[in-house]
């Protein structure tokens, strides 16, 4: 069956670095888009950045220039690396596949950006 784990998150200062994996089972890991979305309180989940199966990837405005997306295949683990965190980066991550016809999610890692 379908497995993601994340891990990564934590309590972070405005301004600070984290780096967020993501590690998946269950299907064959390179031949699928990867997601990353998040939720705030009291928000409704938000698309954050995807990678292609060939590489390519999708920011959302509100993280380009800060955020890289990145997976390597052999460990079939994604990444995101987030630089420059803001407050208003504070939010459960979740990371995502849609893989035969259905939407499969990890429990989360909570990022928490505060002074």
């Known amino acids: 069956q379908v497995q993601l784990v994340e891990s990564g998150g934590g309590l972070v200062q405005p301004g600070g670095s984290l780096r967020l994996s993501c590690a998946a089972s269950?299907?064959?890991?390179?031949?699928?888009?990867m997601k990353w979305y998040r939720q705030a309180p009291g928000k409704e989940r938000e698309l954050v950045a995807g990678i292609g199966a060939g590489g390519s990837t999708y920011y959302a405005d509100s993280v380009k220039g800060r955020f890289t997306i990145s997976r390597d295949n052999a460990k079939s683990t994604v990444y995101l690396q987030m630089n420059s965190l803001k407050p208003e980066d504070t939010a459960v991550y979740y990371c995502n596949v849609y893989c035969t016809s259905l939407n499969y999610w990890g429990k989360g890692t909570l990022v928490t950006v505060s002074s």
């Open positions: 269950g299907f064959t890991f390179n031949s699928y888009v």
